[in-house]
Antibody, heavy 117, light 107 residues
């Protein structure tokens, strides 16, 4: 059974960079597409970006090129960097897995990231 | 972006009743639509993919239908554990988008 676990700071200052890592346990990181999805308090999920085992990436244009997603297959981890954060980036950040980029059938529990000085 | 509009925002029902949830897309997504269930403090769980296919381990009381711009999730007889928030998600276009959710609450 594949399990995902997010890790990273829970508090980030405005204008700084949010950095999160997702560790994939119980299965290889290959042969899947891995995503970051965030959920502002009380709202629906917003897809941020994904990376597939081919190395291809897709990003949500609404984040205006502030996003970098990367994978470290040797550690079975993938990561998110979101630059120049503002209070609007405050959300629960989930990592997720999707076969063929379509539906997210694996999710991490999520980690709350608050942007505040 | 494709906007998904879910209705109603809240559905108040009793255990054993039938729940019908709607998701309307701002443009056609074909059959590329899924449904998720989310309980407080938990991650969303995939229920239905490709409009009508149940994900692994999902009970038969959950069913999906529709095509193009109009989709429905039906829970045939609500169990106590089904009271939660439900989201639809389209996979036809980038970026992937979700609806704002329907909360199914106990009446």
């Amino acid at each position: 059974q594949v399990q995902l676990q997010e890790s990273g700071p829970g508090l980030v200052k405005p204008s700084e960079t949010l950095s999160l890592t997702c560790t994939v346990a119980g299965g290889p990181i290959s042969n899947y597409c891995w995503s970051w999805i965030r959920q502002p308090p009380g709202k629906g999920p917003d897809w941020i970006a994904n990376i597939c085992d081919s190395g291809s990436t897709d990003h949500n244009p609404s984040l205006e090129n502030r996003v970098t997603i990367s994978v470290d297959t040797s550690k079975n981890q993938f990561s998110l960097r979101l630059r120049s954060v503002t209070a609007a980036d405050t959300a629960v950040y989930h990592c997720g897995g999707a076969p063929n980029k379509y539906y997210f059938d694996h999710w991490g529990q999520g980690t709350l990231v608050t942007v505040s000085s | 972006d494709i906007v998904l509009t879910q209705s109603p925002a809240t559905l108040s029902l009793s255990p054993g009743e039938r729940a019908t949830l709607s998701c309307r897309a701002s443009q056609s997504v074909g059959y590329c639509l899924g449904w998720y269930q989310q309980k407080p403090g938990q991650a969303p769980r995939l229920l239905i993919y490709e409009t009508s296919n149940r994900a692994t381990g999902i009970p038969a009381r959950f069913s999906g239908s529709g095509s193009g711009t109009d989709f429905t999730l039906t829970i045939s007889s609500l169990e106590p554990e089904d009271f939660a928030v439900y989201y639809c998600q389209q996979c036809s276009n980038w970026p992937r988008t979700f609806g704002q959710g329907t909360k199914v609450e106990i009446k």
